[in-house]
């Protein structure tokens, strides 16, 4: 009898391939797949002022390598970091327009990769998966 391989191995194995096809595609884009999930968060946020602190609270990264991605974003010209009005200590995290530009490029590779990882499943186990890798991702969140 074959003995299963670890649920975590088998997550982090996936994750491995994610993001080497995933940073593959992104490649003509001159962004990582770490640095799209922060644009992609400030696309999606519905806060007016979106800080380092809630990227970083959002994506469960740590201040060291969020500090690195937004430095990268800001070099590459896709973000402007701007002192925050309330707190001079935070600095705001805005969009420029070339991130717009490439948002629905950077979303359509997002999707070939979900689409590649769903190969074979129907709507109804998609769903399956979803719910159940939101339980999994529940059970594993710091509190």
Known sequence: MEERMPIGFMFKQINNIYEKDFNQLLKTLGITASQCAVLDYLFHSSKEEVTQRDIEKA????????????QRLDEKGFILSVPSNKDRRCKNIYLTEKAYDIQRRMEADRKKIDKKLTLGMNKKEIAALEKMLDKVLYNIAEP
Do not use: Q
């Open 59 to 70: 994506l469960c990264l740590r201040n060291p390598t969020v500090t690195g991605l937004l």
